[in-house]
T-cell receptor, first 110, second 114 residues
Framework: KQEVTQIPAALSVPEGENLVLNCSFT??????LQWFRQDPGKGLTSLLLIQSSQREQTSGRLNASLDKSSGRSTLYIAASQPGDSATYLCAVHQGGKLIFGQGTELSVKP | EAGVAQSPRYKIIEKRQSVAFWCNPISGHATLYWYQQILGQGPKLLIQFQNNGVVDDSQLPKDRFSAERLKGVDSTLKIQPAKLEDSAVYLC????????????FGSGTRLTVV
C-alpha cells in the first residue's frame, strides 16, 4: 500500500530565505508526482507535475525534483515571500488516483 | 473556463443526522473524484467516477456514505447517519480522463458534526 510522508509538518521562515520541502513515498511504481498549494478555505492549486521519467520541473521560483529509486521528492522555493504562506501537499499518481501526503504548513514572515 | 463548483461551503449538523453535498465538474470532464480531508491530513480518495460509472469506491464507508453521478455530470455525496469523525472538508475534483492532466479541485465543503 502506497504511503506518502511529508517533512516537516510546519515551517516558519523569514522573508527572502530559500527553503526545501520534503516528500517521500514507499512504492516507486508511480505514474508521476504532483505538488499542490492549498490556501485556507480554498481548494488545491497545482504547482508542478513531474512525470516518472523526469528528474525535475521548474516554474518561476519553484523547483521540484524526483528520485523514484529512493522514493523522494523535494520542492525548492527560492527567495520566499509572505504570499508563499500556505500548505504544500505532494501527491503521487497511482492507479488513476492521487495519494496525498499530510502537507507542510509554510509561514513566511515579513 | 468555469471551475469545479461545490455547495454548500459550510455545514454544521448533529451526529446521526444526514447531509448531502453537491458537485458540478468542469464541462466535458469525464472523471470525477470525491476526497475527504480531515484537519491536519492530506486528502483521501472516497470515490472515483468515470462518466456515470464507479471506478473506485474501495475507501468509501458504504454503511453510511453514498454517492451518485447522474447523467455523467453533477454528483452528490451523502452521509447518513453522520458521526463525529466525519467532520472534514469534502473536496470534489474532475479531470478530462483518468490521467494526471487537468486535475481541478473545487473549494470544498467544510462539514462539522457536533
Amino acid at each position: 500500500k502506497q504511503e506518502v510522508t511529508q517533512i516537516p509538518a510546519a515551517l516558519s521562515v523569514p522573508e527572502g530565505e530559500n527553503l526545501v520541502l520534503n516528500c517521500s513515498f514507499t512504492d516507486s511504481a508511480i505514474y508521476n508526482l504532483q505538488w499542490f498549494r492549498q490556501d485556507p478555505g480554498k481548494g488545491l492549486t497545482s504547482l508542478l507535475l513531474i512525470q516518472s521519467s523526469q528528474r525535475e520541473q521548474t516554474s518561476g521560483r519553484l523547483n521540484a525534483s524526483l528520485d523514484k529509486s529512493s522514493g523522494r521528492s523535494t520542492l525548492y522555493i527560492a527567495a520566499s515571500q509572505p504570499g508563499d504562506s500556505a500548505t504544500y501537499l505532494c501527491a503521487v499518481h497511482q492507479g488513476g488516483k492521487l495519494i496525498f501526503g499530510q502537507g507542510t504548513e509554510l509561514s513566511v514572515k515579513p | 473556463e468555469a471551475g469545479v463548483a461545490q455547495s454548500p461551503r459550510y455545514k454544521i449538523i448533529e451526529k446521526r443526522q444526514s447531509v448531502a453535498f453537491w458537485c458540478n465538474p468542469i464541462s466535458g470532464h469525464a472523471t470525477l473524484y470525491w476526497y475527504q480531508q480531515i484537519l491536519g491530513q492530506g486528502p483521501k480518495l472516497l470515490i472515483q467516477f468515470q462518466n456515470n460509472g464507479v471506478v473506485d469506491d474501495s475507501q468509501l464507508p458504504k454503511d453510511r456514505f453514498s454517492a451518485e453521478r447522474l447523467k455523467g455530470v453533477d454528483s452528490t455525496l451523502k452521509i447518513q447517519p453522520a458521526k463525529l469523525e466525519d467532520s472534514a472538508v469534502y473536496l470534489c475534483a474532475s479531470t478530462l480522463d483518468t490521467g494526471p492532466r487537468g486535475y481541478t479541485f473545487g473549494s470544498g465543503t467544510r462539514l462539522t458534526v457536533v
